[in-house]
């Protein structure tokens, strides 16, 4: 992995290092930061510093993380839901809560794990830690991903994303009450310039599309769904957030007084895409998991 270089903005400072590293990358945990702040891999000013060292104003961190080659990646049973599975692709339903690939700080319970032990064949264009993954979503969404099983199938699921045809519908619970039925938001996406730690619609910002539908409205909350045309971090929470509706539960975009239901409300629901060797389209679906479910109908009742 390429060094990280951090600049501490007014809204860090004040902070355990270990947690203004790790709240940069969901990937990253505060054990494993304190962990590479004692072995030096993280430099305040170019110094060393301790674990409980408070960032300050202006500080310039360097984060140097070991290489993920480095991980031994072992093959878990995770009981995975296999929405579709065939010699080339697969699809899973990852839960809420699941890391995509290992990294460290989470070298075990991840997607990548638990595929590896489901099947031995998964295209190895991204190197061992992240066997057969074309694409992520955030370790609190739920929903499907495409797999790959073999580098051509690898290359052709890419060239599709990057022509932007596959399907990617995702459902999302907002805040507030959104009065038009459908919508489509274009807005450029890159790192909050003011806070490091989040995504945010700026200028420079790589291009971004979401189109939106509503699907049910609970006073001060609706139900969308959303289809993605671009793919960027973290892409559904900033839009919506930027056009004032940010998603039910979320930790780093939603606003403070939200519903602490372990994270966002996004389940990614619809994957389509062209077989790699058939060329057949190919669509799957898969149901919000039961919180999701029970918190939809705990609104209706009170609707």
Sequence with gaps: MEDLTIEITEEMAGVRIDKAVSSIDEDWSRSQIANWVKDGAVKVNGETVKPNYKVRLDDIIIVSPPLLEELDVVPEDLNLEITYEDADVLVVNKPRGMVVHPAPGHANGTLVNGLMFHCKDLSGINGVARPGIVHRIDKDTSGLLMVAKND???????????????????????????????????????????????????????????????????????????????????????HMKYIGFPLVGDPKYGPKKTMDIGGQALHAEVIGFDHPRTGEYLEFSAEPPTQFAELLESLREKD
């Design 152 to 238: 051509v199938a690898h290359t052709s699921l890419v060239d599709q994303l990057v022509k932007k045809t596959v399907t990617r519908k995702y459902v999302a619970l907002v805040h507030g009450h959104i009065p038009h039925d459908k919508g489509t938001i274009e807005a450029p996406i890159g790192r909050d310039s003011k806070d490091r730690q989040k995504m945010a619609v700026i200028d420079k910002g790589k291009h971004a599309v979401t189109h939106f539908r509503v699907l049910e409205r609970f006073g001060n909350f609706t139900l969308v769904e959303c289809r993605l045309e671009t793919g960027r971090t973290h892409q559904i929470r900033v």
